[in-house]
Every structure is written in structure tokens, then in C-alpha cells.
């Protein structure tokens, strides 16, 4: 069942997943060669508790720490540890945090230091499917218009995109209706409305979409190795189009 949600919830969204864009600016900041992954994790949950928010993915199914990072071939649920970031590295960073009662997601992929052309193209074709998808959370529209759109900007450039993952419905839980798969077909699935929050979420591999779970139960690599890249953005679908709530202004 699809929550809607009424224009002040939807405000009360946006000051969550404000914190949650504040949390990822500021780690975006500190990420350079040298810096352990378990650092970054201390920050995000330092600034959380600042800000009278609660990390929502610690504890959530087990997982133990606030934050999700991802490196390389890792593709989602990487968990953070005494691992010490090199240049060249793509970094995925998820965050999610409850505030006031709504839940706030958002994830990026950084490089670290100077990458290589390849992996920088990566990253913007990931960033760039995730827009294309966002510009059609439009009223009316239908959820297979979004996925479709994420898997054609991914696909189009000669990449994959991952199939056991996907993106949610969010609001007063972490997880909600309807799930948003990165590919699909135009005009299939439900139909989207005004008051829908999604957290649409491309995880895009440079090789084949295969994934598989290592023995830590959470980290998702690639099964062939290759780099993947993550981004997210909780967005709610309103009279005026697509409001992308994970932003700092
Ligand atoms: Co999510």
C-alpha cells in the first residue's frame, strides 16, 4: 500500500532529509587518500546527534553502524572499517536518519583524490540516470516512466544496472510502497500521485549487473569485479513536479 502524504508531512520530510544532504556535504568534505572509512561513519553519526536526529540504518535489520560505504566493486551496504581510502577510489556514501517523525535517504558516489577518466564517467552517468528518472516523478506519469528512464541514460552510455536492488517508498517508515526498480518499461506499474515521497536509487555497474552478498551478510559487490556507483534522492512528487527533498537549499 502507497502512503501519501499531506503538503506538512512532506515539509516535515524535507527537514529530514535536509540533515541527511547536510551530513553527506560535510563528508564529502573530509574525503581524501588516508582517511579510514570508520571515520566518516563517527562524523555522520556526530553530526546526527547535533541536530537531535537518530541514524536510522544502525540497528535496521542489524546493521551496525549509521552509515553505508561503499568503495569500487562494492555496490551497496559496504560497512565501514579500519579500511584506509587511496586516490583513486569511488566512494558510494548512504545516509539515512529519522527526524520528527519521517525518515530522510540519500546517498552519493565521490572520487577520492584524482581518479581515472573511467571512473569519473561512472560516476556522472550514475548522477545523470538518477535525474532522469527524478524529472519523470510527475503526477499522472507511471512508475515504469522512472525506471525506464534510469535504465536507458545507464544502459545508453554501455553500462548495467543492478537488479536485486531497489528503490523504496519512504516516509514514516525507512522502507515503503511502491519498490522502484532501475529498469522497467514506460507507461507500466501503478500511477504516480501528488503526496508520493520516493527514494529513487541507480545502482549502476561498468560491467554486468550481477551482484552478489559476501559472508558479512551485508556488503553487495559486483560478481565480476567491476567498479558500481550509487546515488539516491528522496523526492516528493507535488503539483509543481518533482521536489527533491534530500537538498541543502
Ligand atoms: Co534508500
Redesign the pocket.
Known amino acids: 500500500m502507497v502512503i501519501l502524504k499531506l503538503p506538512e508531512e512532506i515539509e516535515k520530510a524535507r527537514a529530514s532529509n535536509r540533515i541527511v544532504a547536510e551530513v553527506l556535504s560535510k563528508l564529502s568534505e573530509m574525503v581524501r587518500p588516508g582517511v579510514k572509512t570508520k571515520e566518516l561513519d563517527k562524523l555522520a553519526e556526530e553530526i546526527a546527534e547535533k541536530r537531535g536526529a537518530k541514524p536510522a540504518f544502525k540497528g535496521y535489520r542489524g546493521y551496525p553502524h549509521a552509515l553505508c560505504i561503499s568503495v569500487n566493486e562494492v555496490v551497496v551496504h559496504g560497512m565501514p572499517s579500519e579500511r584506509i581510502l587511496e586516490e583513486g577510489d569511488i566512494l558510494g556514501l548512504d545516509f539515512g536518519i529519522y527526524y520528527q517523525g519521517f525518515f530522510g535517504?540519500s546517498a552519493v558516489t565521490l572520487p577520492v583524490g584524482k581518479i581515472s577518466e573511467k571512473a569519473a564517467r561512472l560516476i556522472s552517468v550514475t548522477r545523470e540516470s538518477l535525474y532522469a528518472g527524478i524529472e519523470q516523478a510527475r503526477e499522472g506519469n507511471r512508475l515504469g516512466d522512472i525506471s525506464a528512464a534510469v535504465q536507458s541514460a545507464a544502459e545508453g552510455a554501455g553500462y548495467s544496472v543492478v537488479r536485486d536492488f531497489v528503490?523504496?517508498g519512504i516516509g514514516k517508515n525507512l522502507h515503503e510502497d511502491p519498490q522502484i526498480p532501475n529498469f522497467g518499461q514506460k507507461g507500466r506499474g501503478i500511477e504516480l500521485k501528488k503526496g508520493m515521497i520516493l527514494?529513487i536509487?541507480p545502482m549502476v555497474n561498468e560491467g554486468k549487473y550481477k551482484v552478489q552478498v559476501l559472508p558479512d551478510g551485508w556488503t553487495v559487490v559486483t560478481k565480476d569485479g567491476s567498479l558500481s556507483a550509487h546515488f539516491?534522492h528522496s523526492v516528493a512528487i507535488t503539483d509543481n513536479g518533482p521536489d527533491i527533498l534530500s537538498m541543502l537549499s
Open positions: 535517504d528503490g523504496h527514494a536509487e539516491e
